[in-house]
């Protein structure tokens, strides 16, 4: 299964920023490695949800622009928010020639809501 998480443009982030970035959403200049690790995280997601995900896929403007395999059922509780914590993800960016990678990078993604995460199955491999 996929996660599927909805970049905005380029947006700076605050100074207390649970996971000290600067910055975050949809930076073109950005590595593949950077902009995962300004994405990756503060979002409000079930914990059992994520045990059954093994990947994610960013996408800006409808588009799969990075896709990174997650480290099973981890990830990063982001604390000293109010409300309900948010989560981030822990995984590492696929690279082309990746099969994964390949199958989902440039894919065109309809979201149902205004949610930002939506749930996908597994790309097709053949």
Known sequence: ???????????AAAHDDPLGRTWFGYDPAATPEELWDNNRGDYRLDAARIAVERWAALNY???VV???????AK?????????TPKKALLGHVLQDG?????????TQI?????????????????
């Open 98 to 106: 990746d099969p994964i990678h390949d199958a989902l990078i440039g």
């Open 75 to 83: 990830y990063e509780v982001l604390t000293g928010m109010p409300g």
């Open 66 to 72: 990075l896709v990174a395999e997650l480290e099973g």
């Open 61 to 63: 403007q409808g588009q």
């Open 110 to 126: 309809t979201y149902d809501s205004r949610n930002s995460i939506q749930y996908g199955q597994d790309p097709q491999l053949g």
């Open 1 to 11: 299964m996929v996660i599927h998480i909805k970049l905005i443009g380029l947006t």
